[in-house]
């Protein structure tokens, strides 16, 4: 079993950073992709951003140029580098990674960005 532990999610003012990590522990073989989603109230959850096994990234059209998805393949983390919030960035933000052909999910980390 894999568990993914999300931290660093808080209220912040626009134009403001945050950077959320998540943790990955348990049976972890190797990991693929890992990635960042989000879900706002009353709306579908979304993508943010992905980070390949070899580093190769891809962004949701809404945060290209403000956010920056990166890994840590020794620890097992991934992180999300977010500048220039803005009120619409606020929702839980969720770690997903994919192992041997399951995905995985955290708990999810509130952020909230105030106008």
């Known amino acids: 079993q894999v568990q993914l532990v999300e931290s660093g999610g808080g209220l912040v003012q626009a134009g403001g950073s945050l950077r959320l990590s998540c943790a990955a522990s348990?049976?972890?073989?190797?990991?693929?992709?890992m990635a960042w989603y989000r879900q706002a109230p009353g709306k579908q959850r979304e993508l943010v951003a992905t980070?390949?096994?070899?580093?190769?990234?891809n962004y949701g059209d809404s945060v290209k140029g403000r956010f920056t998805i990166s890994r840590d393949n020794a620890k097992n983390t991934v992180y999300l580098q977010m500048h220039s919030l803005k009120a619409e960035d606020t929702a839980v933000y969720y770690c997903?990674?994919?192992?041997?052909?399951?995905?995985?999910w955290g708990q999810g980390t509130q952020v909230t960005v105030s106008s």
């Open positions: 997903n990674l994919w192992s041997l052909g399951k995905g995985y």
């Open positions: 348990g049976s972890i073989f190797s990991i693929d992709a």
């Open positions: 980070i390949g096994s070899g580093g190769s990234t």
